[in-house]
């Protein structure tokens, strides 16, 4: 539902940018806070939606941020959110519609690529890390942000009384646990199976509000 009732599409572009411009917007900065980024790369965030992440890659040092999508409305708000937030930064991010499983990136092409509640919404979450993984170069750094096992609806329902979220943050958040009821929920365990899996190195697995969100990263190989 929206504020008013109704559950938002995967392309509600109103839905999307006050989730991000709200509490899961704390989410994306504290996944950014854990990846550990060194100023200087180039990144992708694919499934960018309104593209806060790179907006806020920009700000934090890269050389390059690039929103990825399926959504041409979706882009065409993260342009306009953009120039909003960075009128005078000396550059913008970059955003191109493309297909998380087919990126428009070479090979070992980028420093870092990122998936922020995207992978567990893909009917085969491995093949979308292995199109994350195939972008990145040696040493580069792979990151992904998914519901664990332990998200539900009912699991939703009671972090968000927990920490007395009301409104639109109690809203999305109790969403959030019904999109992952429907789609793919693995464990903390298996999210990071599947980062070693896909050939990356020293991963690292930790989980968030209450082991309902997991933040998985590693480093693709030489």
């Given amino acids: 539902m929206d504020a008013h009732g ?3 599409g995967p392309a509600d572009v109103g839905y999307f940018t006050e989730a ?3 509490s899961f917007g704390e989410t994306l900065r504290g996944f950014l806070r854990f990846l550990e980024l060194p100023p200087g ?10 593209g806060l992440v790179p907006r806020l890659l920009l700000e934090q040092g890269a050389r390059l941020a690039v929103g990825s999508d399926g959504s041409p409305a979706m882009l065409r708000r993260a342009r306009d959110l953009s120039a909003e937030a960075l009128p005078r930064a000396n550059h913008q991010p970059d955003y191109v519609l493309a297909d998380a499983g087919r990126l428009p990136f070479a090979s070992g092409s980028l420093g870092a690529s990122l998936a922020t509640n995207l992978l567990f919404l893909l009917p085969d979450p491995a093949a979308g890390l292995a199109e994350l993984v195939r972008v990145v170069g040696p040493g580069g750094t792979v990151g992904m942000l998914n519901p664990t096992d332990r998200m539900s609806t009912v699991a939703a329902e009671a972090f968000a009384h927990e920490r007395g979220l009301s409104g639109f943050a109690q809203f999305s ?3 959030y646990g019904r999109l992952a009821e429907e789609h ?8 990071a199976k599947l980062a070693h899996d896909a050939g990356l190195q020293e991963v690292t697995a930790t989980s968030r509000a209450g082991g309902l969100i997991a933040f998985v990263k590693g480093r693709r190989g030489a």
């Fill in 6 to 8: 109704i559950w938002p």
């Fill in 20 to 22: 991000q411009a709200g």
């Fill in 41 to 50: 790369l180039r990144v992708v965030d694919v499934g960018t939606g309104p």
């Fill in 173 to 175: 958040f109790i969403n």
């Fill in 184 to 191: 793919r929920r693995l464990s903390l365990e298996q999210w």
